[in-house]
């Protein structure tokens, strides 16, 4: 953005560096240094960078859709829908769901491939302006 001053010769410029721009700054630093290697050569104070589709721990995403459809069947009981297993409390699977949240801080998440995995947490408290669903 120029912005003009009283003067016509005088500009002044402002730039503004998005997320985007400075992890490309960054990347183009570490491969000039020789710091970015491939995984599987990696070693310690080596950085790697790979495009992965990180996912939610599965154990938890199925204990959270096993809760949910227990919620939804004793909904559809209280209809008056006929549903086996609507009686069956979701409590004990959402205590176990608050104590996997507990012990890990944060939701678990994971990239599998033949030769590697990929394993990490990611905390809400440390996402900046956005929401855990768009990101993984």
């Keep these: 953005m120029r912005q003009k001053g009283t003067d016509q010769n005088e500009h002044k410029e402002k730039k503004v ?9 960054v990347k183009s630093s570490l491969e000039d240094r020789g710091y970015l290697k491939n995984i599987l050569e990696a070693g ?3 950085f790697v ?18 809760s ?17 297993g609507a ?5 004990n699977i ?9 012990l890990f801080g944060g939701e678990e998440i994971l990239f599998e491939d033949e030769k590697y995995a990929i394993i990490g947490n990611i905390v809400d408290a ?6 855990l669903g768009q990101s993984v």
């Design 17 to 25: 560096q998005t997320v985007t721009s400075v992890l490309s700054i």
């Design 44 to 46: 310690p104070g080596n």
């Design 49 to 66: 960078c790979l495009p992965v589709v990180l996912k939610i721990n599965s154990v938890k995403s199925l204990l959270t859709e096993m």
């Design 68 to 84: 949910d459809v227990l919620k939804l069947a004793g909904n559809m009981q209280k209809l008056g829908a006929p549903v086996k």
């Design 87 to 91: 009686n069956t409390n979701p409590k």
């Design 94 to 102: 959402d205590d176990t769901l608050k104590t996997m949240q507990i």
């Design 126 to 131: 440390h996402l900046y302006q956005a929401i």
